[in-house]
């Protein structure tokens, strides 16, 4: 993995509950289990129990409508209306937003499961078609009880957002790697299986990150963007260790040494 020096952090993001919006910060403090505050909480479908996510835009896409932030006293959410309220009391505000009963959970159970329609069959046949959805369990590279899609840590280069040409956070980064001019596009693939070194912390590539539907969906202010998915099925169908052939973005890493990470820090073999 030559010339590693050459790629640093450019920001760095943390999301308190899962397929909210979250918080850009200057640092990240990594623990075994990932990124500290990063999707320590999310919301359960009471019908279901399964856990909330955009990935099911039919039923959770307004989840992106909300901010997630981290406070002295705790993780509140900015509900669509500016409404601030604590996350431990933000059941009944959020079964209403979202039409369905849920409840927020603190912790992973052992096989929680997320619906995941397949993203090309939402773009072809639109938000609210009823598709059947494959059922995923989440965090299986993640020890511990956060409510990560698989590894501890994702990442995405400079040099894949440009190609694609949409905005870094419809993909959920916790770190956006600077790349140098000229640099290809998805080259995390090539870092599969290696570690590499971000300021005090150590990492592991261990898979390519396939893309579902929520690249695609409003996030906030910012509008649909079919674009965000589409040119990977193109450009970037790998295989995906026990999950197929999937178009991806970015890539999830493991932790081998805990420590911070900071803006601007370097990467190094």
Same mark, same amino acid.
């Given at each position: 993995?030559?010339?590693?020096?050459?790629?640093?952090? /450019?920001?760095?993001h943390?999301?308190? *509950?899962?397929s909210m919006?979250?918080?850009?910060?200057?640092?990240?403090? @990594?623990?075994? %289990?990932?990124?500290?505050?990063?999707?320590?909480?999310?919301?359960?479908?009471?019908?279901?129990?399964?856990?909330?996510?955009?990935?099911?835009?039919?039923?959770?896409?307004?989840?992106?409508?909300? +901010?997630?932030?981290?406070?002295?006293?705790?993780?509140?959410?900015?509900?669509?209306?500016?409404?601030?309220?604590?996350?431990d #009391?933000?059941?009944? !505000?959020?079964?209403?937003?979202? /039409? +369905?009963?849920?409840r927020? !959970?603190?912790?992973?159970?052992?096989?929680?499961?997320? #619906?995941?329609?397949?993203?090309?069959?939402?773009?072809a046949?639109?938000?609210? /078609?009823?598709?059947?959805?494959?059922?995923?369990? @989440?965090?299986?590279?993640?020890?511990?009880?956060?409510?990560?899609? %698989?590894? $501890?840590? %994702?990442?995405?280069?400079?040099?894949t957002?440009?190609?694609? &040409?949409?905005? /870094?956070? +419809?993909?959920?980064?916790?770190?956006?790697? #600077?790349?140098p001019?000229?640099?290809?596009?998805?080259?995390?693939?090539?870092?599969?299986?290696?570690?590499?070194? @971000?300021?005090?912390? +150590?990492?592991?590539?261990?898979?390519?990150?396939?893309?579902?539907?929520? $690249?695609?969906?409003? %996030?906030?202010?910012?509008?649909?963007?079919p674009?965000?998915?589409?040119?990977?099925?193109?450009?970037?169908?790998?295989e995906?260790?026990?999950?197929?052939?999937? $178009?991806?973005?970015?890539?999830?890493?493991?932790? *081998?040494?805990? &420590?911070?990470?900071?803006?601007?820090?370097?990467? !190094?073999?």
């Amino acid at each position: 993995m030559s010339g590693m020096e050459d790629r640093r952090v /450019a920001s760095l993001h943390r999301y308190p *509950v899962k397929s909210m919006l979250g918080e850009d910060l200057d640092r990240l403090e @990594i623990d075994r %289990h990932g990124v500290v505050g990063d999707r320590g909480l999310a919301l359960l479908d009471v019908v279901g129990g399964r856990v909330a996510t955009a990935k099911q835009p039919r039923w959770w896409r307004n989840l992106l409508q909300c +901010r997630a932030v981290s406070t002295d006293d705790g993780i509140r959410i900015v509900l669509p209306d500016g409404r601030r309220i604590p996350a431990d #009391e933000a059941d009944d !505000a959020m079964s209403a937003l979202l /039409a +369905r009963p849920v409840r927020m !959970a603190t912790t992973r159970a052992e096989g929680a499961t997320v #619906e995941r329609p397949d993203p090309e069959d939402v773009l072809a046949r639109g938000l609210d /078609a009823d598709i059947d959805p494959a059922l995923l369990e @989440i965090a299986q590279g993640t020890p511990g009880g956060r409510f990560v899609d %698989h590894s $501890p840590v %994702h990442l995405i280069t400079t040099a894949t957002l440009d190609r694609l &040409g949409v905005e /870094a956070r +419809r993909y959920r980064p916790n770190l956006v790697i #600077e790349t140098p001019d000229g640099e290809e596009p998805f080259g995390e693939n090539a870092w599969l299986g290696r570690e590499f070194s @971000i300021g005090e912390v +150590r990492l592991r590539g261990t898979l390519p990150t396939p893309r579902c539907s929520v $690249p695609t969906l409003e %996030h906030g202010d910012l509008p649909r963007a079919p674009e965000a998915l589409r040119p990977l099925v193109e450009l970037n169908r790998v295989e995906v260790e026990g999950f197929g052939v999937l $178009p991806c973005a970015g890539m999830y890493a493991e932790i *081998v040494r805990t &420590g911070t990470i900071r803006v601007g820090d370097r990467l !190094a073999d």
